[in-house]
T-cell receptor
Framework: DAGVIQSPRHEVTEMGQEVTLRCKPI?????LFWYRQTMMRGLELLIY????????DSGMPEDRFSAKMPNASFSTLKIQPSEPRDSAVYFC????????????FGEGSWLTVV | GESVGLHLPTLSVQEGDNSIINCAYS??????FIWYKQESGKGPQFIID?????DKRQGQRVTVLLNKTVKHLSLQIAATQPGDSAVYFC????????????FGKGTKLSVKP
């Protein structure tokens, strides 16, 4: 079975540019999570959705960050405008009833803002 | 097994030895715990989980122990192999918060051949 699929795997962009990260959750999962990982702060939950509806976005750093889930098989995380401090690995993850509370992660999108 | 800032605690073991990675969790309302393994350049990978009504669970070469009295979780890896080298995270789920896991900072396991 395909796991969580993220794109792009790597992105280098200039400060001020818009960045869009994409995610396809595991089919049948009804929860989708966006995490950010840095050396200083570890894994941080940014936002999560249940049945395509945002449930908790308290982890989103500021208004420059936005996330959408237009359907059950696709989500985006957008940063506009990007800043060097946004450089991190962004993970999408999903879970479903049949998997209990186990969250399955994608391979991550490695973002560098210069 | 918790870290502050840039420095992950590191456990170095000889190939074939057993490894024990520890984790202190924070919330007495947590009812579900997971261990993840993260290899360099990859996403966290599920290893084993345990619910709060248990104190031990075994998988293939791995055992998780839960001590709710002192809010402590441990991961034991038997006959550690070079492929076990990775960063290991514990995560806790607070009762009632579906899937919203709180992650520890991680422990780096280094296996010497």
């Amino acid at each position: 079975d395909a796991g969580v699929i993220q794109s792009p795997r790597h992105e280098v962009t200039e400060m001020g540019q818009e960045v869009t990260l994409r995610c396809k959750p595991i089919s049948g999962h009804d929860y989708l999570f966006w995490y950010r990982q840095t050396m200083m702060r570890g894994l941080e939950l940014l936002i999560y959705f249940n049945n395509n509806v945002p449930i908790d976005d308290s982890g989103m750093p500021e208004d420059r960050f936005s996330a959408k889930m237009p359907n059950a098989s696709f989500s985006t995380l957008k940063i506009q405008p990007s800043e060097p401090r946004d450089s991190a690995v962004y993970f999408c993850a999903s879970s479903g009833f049949w998997s209990g509370n186990t969250i399955y992660f994608g391979e991550g999108s490695w973002l560098t803002v210069v | 097994g918790e870290s502050v800032g840039l420095h992950l605690p590191t456990l170095s073991v000889q190939e074939g030895d057993n490894s024990i990675i520890n984790c202190a969790y924070s919330n007495s309302a947590s009812d579900y715990f997971i261990w993840y393994k993260q290899e360099s350049g990859k996403g966290p990978q599920f290893i084993i989980d345990i619910r709060s009504n248990m104190d031990k669970r075994q998988g293939q070469r791995v055992t998780v122990l839960l001590n709710k009295t002192v809010k402590h979780l441990s991961l034991q890896i038997a006959a550690t192999q070079p492929g076990d080298s990775a960063v290991y995270f514990c995560a806790e789920n607070i009762r009632g918060s579906q899937g919203n896991l709180i992650f520890g900072k991680g422990t780096k396991l280094s296996v010497k051949p």
